[in-house]
């Protein structure tokens, strides 16, 4: 059984996206906690399905504590979707991969938190948009690539909630990917699969159909 840990300080909608995928396709991962800086949408979902959680509210203050419950998990994968710069001692409090989603096609907006960077990106007219993720080092969403999703907007045409879902689903598919490759490929094995309108860097190691729209439905209504 792999194990995952989510550190958190939004609503929580990759956390939904990959518990609700992990049951879907019947995975041997499990999430085992939720750590974050705030009461959180994230911390609200985390307890309505029964997921371990804890809140921090003064982080930076207590980041001996924060490490100690980190490390006391033994988990294979910690995901930091928190509005925080990790310390260097939290890095390495454990032997875990730390993975980060970021909204954008880094490097582009880095260090821009959420969604702010779908702001951005219209404001430049950026004709390419999509999801970064990424290994977490010291370096502020610098760390090494793992996965990337694209794909062409036209910000008059497209409506901006429809642009932003689809980021979303970019975001979720590619961390998904992430997480596949870092625990059960080389990329010398890697299966590849197309999407229709998503480039992915590298290709997708499943099928992106098993999620239908009635599983992105049930994402959106969690809230």
Same mark, same amino acid.
């Given at each position: ?7 958190? %300080? ?10 609700? #995928?992990?049951?879907?396709?019947? /995975? &041997? ?6 750590? %974050?800086?705030? =009461? ?5 979902? #985390? ?13 930076? !203050?207590?980041?001996?504590?924060? =490490?100690?419950?980190? %490390? ?18 939290? +890095?390495?409090?454990?032997? @875990?991969? *730390?993975?980060?989603?970021? *909204?954008?096609? +880094? &490097? ?16 430049? =007219? ?13 370096? /502020? ?6 996965? !990337? ?9 497209? #409506? ?22 870092? +625990? *059960? ?13 998503? +480039?992915? %860097? &590298? &290709?997708?190691? *499943?099928? #992106?159909? !098993? ?5 992105? @439905? ?6």
């Amino acid at each position: 059984m792999k194990r995952i840990i989510f550190l958190a %300080s939004g609503n929580g909608g990759t956390l939904k996206f990959l518990k609700n #995928a992990i049951e879907s396709l019947n /995975l &041997p991962w499990t999430i085992v906690a939720v750590v %974050s800086d705030r =009461n959180c949408n994230a911390i609200k979902y #985390a307890d309505s399905v029964e997921i371990k959680s804890f809140v921090f509210e003064n982080w930076n !203050q207590c980041i001996g504590e924060v =490490n100690d419950c980190i %490390s006391s998990f033994d988990v294979d994968i910690i995901i930091t979707n928190i509005h925080k710069i990790l310390f260097k001692s939290t +890095l390495e409090c454990c032997s @875990s991969k *730390y993975v980060n989603l970021h *909204y954008s096609l +880094l &490097p582009a907006f880095g260090g821009v938190i959420g969604f702010k960077t779908l702001d951005l990106a219209r404001k430049n =007219n950026t004709k390419i948009i999509g999801a970064t993720v990424h290994l977490v080092d010291e370096n /502020l969403d610098g760390g090494k690539i793992l996965c !990337q999703g694209a794909f062409a907007v036209d910000w008059d045409m497209d #409506a901006i909630e429809h642009i932003g879902d689809k980021v979303f689903r970019t975001g979720c598919l590619s961390l998904f990917n992430a997480i596949h490759i870092l +625990l *059960y490929f080389d990329n010398d094995e890697i299966v590849k699969y197309n999407h229709c309108d998503i +480039l992915f %860097s &590298p &290709p997708l190691t *499943y099928r #992106a159909e !098993q999620f239908d729209d009635s599983f992105w @439905s049930l994402i959106k209504n969690f809230d």
